[in-house]
């Protein structure tokens, strides 16, 4: 998981409006499975970071990572005009990486997390940049 993956994914979400003149309903399958990927990896992260967390390997914050993801991904979906109803499907795919994540606790040791930390600061400042950015 690189700062690529994250921007592309951003980007593919924030113009996936280019698509609607092709085949709608492709594109919208297109737009839903973008959606749910972006979910998956975003907010996996976030639950992963929320675990290291617990297990005492990373440092505790004012708020938990997903509260923060929560925030901060209302207001870029808010400032991309994505819509309400890509939303369902973001939120489906965080549900299904945290069930993953909690069902294969033990797999997240102090190298792991480590990463899962270095992976949670490289999101969270392309999204304040986009944030910043955004009008």
């Known amino acids: ?7 592309g ?3 593919a979400l924030s ?3 280019a ?16 959606a749910r990927q972006f979910g998956i990896f975003y ?5 992963q970071y929320d675990l290291c967390v617990k297990k005492g390997f990373l440092p505790k914050g004012d708020q938990s ?3 923060m993801a929560k925030s901060m991904l209302e207001k870029v979906l808010q400032a991309s005009n994505i819509g309400p109803d ?6 489906d795919g965080w549900d299904t990486m945290k069930q993953e994540v909690a069902q294969h606790e033990s797999f997240y040791t102090q190298e792991r997390c480590s990463g899962v930390g ?18």
Not at 43 to 47: K, V
Not at 119 to 124: L, V
Request: with cysteine.
């Open 19 to 34: 698509y609607a003149d092709i085949a709608p309903s492709v594109a919208q399958s297109t737009l839903q499975g973008q």
């Open 65 to 67: 990572a997903e509260e």
């Open 118 to 135: 270095k992976e949670w600061a490289k999101m969270i400042a392309v999204l304040r940049a986009k944030r910043i950015s955004s009008p």
């Open 15 to 17: 113009g996936a409006c």
């Open 43 to 47: 907010g996996g992260t976030a639950a």
């Open 86 to 91: 890509l939303s369902v499907y973001v939120q």
């Open 1 to 7: 998981m690189n700062r690529g993956i994250w921007i």
């Open 9 to 11: 994914v951003l980007i």
